[in-house]
Structures are given as C-alpha cells and as structure tokens.
C-alpha cells in the first residue's frame, strides 16, 4: 500500500507559475509510476504528467495540453514528486491529484482508472 499527499496548490495568475509535491510512503518500489492528473467538476480525471525512475534512467511522460509547459521530476531520496507549472492558463484550473501504479509505459501512465493509489488532491486555481 501506498500513502500520498500533496501540497502546493493555490491561486495564481494566468501565466504564473506553482510547483505542486507529493510525498509518498509505504511500498513505493513496487508502484514506482507516479502521476499527476486533474479533474475538474462534472469531467473524468485527466492525467498530466507522469514519471518512472528505474535503475538506469528515467522516462517522463506529458500531456499534448502541458507539454513545454509543465515539468515532472522525482526525488527518490526522500520519495517525493513535484509537478512545476509554468505560464499557467484559465484552463489548468482544477484539483490536482498525485497519484501511483506499478508501470507508466505502454500509454498506461495516462489511464487514470488503472492507478492504484491516490492521494486526497491540491487546488489549482488560475485567473
């Protein structure tokens, strides 16, 4: 099992920036995909961004809408994610979730269903 919480939401200005973190504990080995994903109300979680650091490198993974925008990184050190947020739109509003599986490749990182793990969420807001 696997715990998550993140921290660093809040309201920003469009074309601002924030930096998300999530702190994960418990068996993170064995669910070593990390991801961010969104949800908004009345829409499907949408998957932001993921990561994988295996032995010998580290695979990122982005959505089409974040790509060149956000930034995914892991400190396994201290078994913490960040998702960093640059030139945020109206439209990146929503709650964050952190949120883990065993795999990130094969397109799995991007199917929100198949994480195993959640943590409770961080509010983005951006006017």
């Known amino acids: 099992e696997v715990q998550l919480v993140e921290s660093g939401g809040g309201s920003v200005q469009a074309g601002g920036s924030l930096r998300l973190s999530c702190v994960a504990s418990?068996?993170?080995?064995?669910?070593?995909?990390m991801g961010w994903l969104r949800q908004v109300p009345g829409k499907g979680r949408e998957a932001v961004a993921a990561?994988?650091?295996?032995?010998?490198?580290?695979?990122?993974y982005y959505a089409d809408s974040v790509k060149d925008r956000f930034a995914i990184s892991q400190d396994k050190a201290n078994n913490t994610a960040y998702l960093q947020m640059n030139s945020l739109k109206p439209e990146d509003t929503a709650m964050y979730y952190c949120?883990?599986?065993?795999?990130?490749?094969?397109?799995?990182?991007?199917?929100?269903?198949?994480?195993?793990?959640w943590g409770r969420g961080t509010q983005v807001t951006v006017s």
């Open positions: 990561i994988y650091t295996g032995s010998t490198n580290t695979n990122r």
């Open positions: 418990g068996d993170t080995q064995s669910n070593g995909c």
């Open positions: 949120a883990a599986r065993q795999y990130c490749h094969g397109g799995r990182w991007s199917a929100g269903p198949g994480y195993e793990y």
